[in-house]
């Protein structure tokens, strides 16, 4: 059995209430919301993967308004004993799923100001959200196999939080498209 996960029921306003193969579980929005929501649905049963659903802002200007695949996630609103942006104090500064894909950039705030996105382009990231750092870390912990795609909503800058309301029943369409491409339900 496999669960699919998403922050927010809106992401999932595309998919059917039952998926074969699949659970479902929304955690709520933000790092510990996730980090929550997983950890015990992870603590409840057994899963052979981690399915992420949801939406991401573009930092990547070059980026496509398509789904991507994360590979690697960080904290982009933490510093480290030292002022070292991106770094935790007892946490790893970067956490991968194991797969290829883009650099997302997780924070507990929605993502809506030019001046932040270029403080955070530099790190490399293409995309940004409030999730995929906790979930990947979570997974880790357990030993589950996650996977994660996330549907480009906005551009992170302003006026992002209108065109995110605008966008996440389309992105929904996208992520439900993808996942019956890539798991065949």
């Known amino acids: 059995m496999k669960l699919l996960v998403a922050a927010l029921a809106s992401e999932l306003s595309a998919f059917p209430d039952s998926l074969p193969g699949f659970d479902r579980l929304v955690t709520g929005p933000g790092k510990l919301q996730a980090t929550y929501a997983l950890t015990r649905a992870l603590d409840a049963a057994e899963y052979d993967e981690i399915v992420v659903v949801g939406t991401a802002g573009a930092i990547d200007r070059a980026l496509d308004d398509g789904v991507h695949e994360v590979g690697t996630a960080f904290q982009h609103d933490v510093t480290d004993l030292d002022g070292v942006a991106g770094q935790h ?11 290829p ?76 498209a993808f996942i019956r491409d890539e798991y065949g339900v």
Not at 89 to 99: D, I, Y
Not at 112 to 117: F, L, N, R, S
């Open 101 to 176: 894909g883009v650099l997302i950039a997780t924070g507990d705030h929605f993502v809506d100001d030019a001046e932040v996105t270029a403080v955070i382009r530099p790190t490399g990231a293409a995309l940004v959200d409030m999730e995929t750092y906790a979930y990947i870390w979570v997974a880790g912990q357990f030993g589950v196999p996650i996977r994660v795609f996330r549907a480009v909503s906005d551009s992170a800058e302003d006026g992002a939080l209108t065109d995110w309301r605008e966008a996440v029943a389309r992105c929904s369409e996208q992520l439900r």
């Open 89 to 99: 104090v007892s946490l790893p500064a970067r956490v991968s799923t194991g797969m």
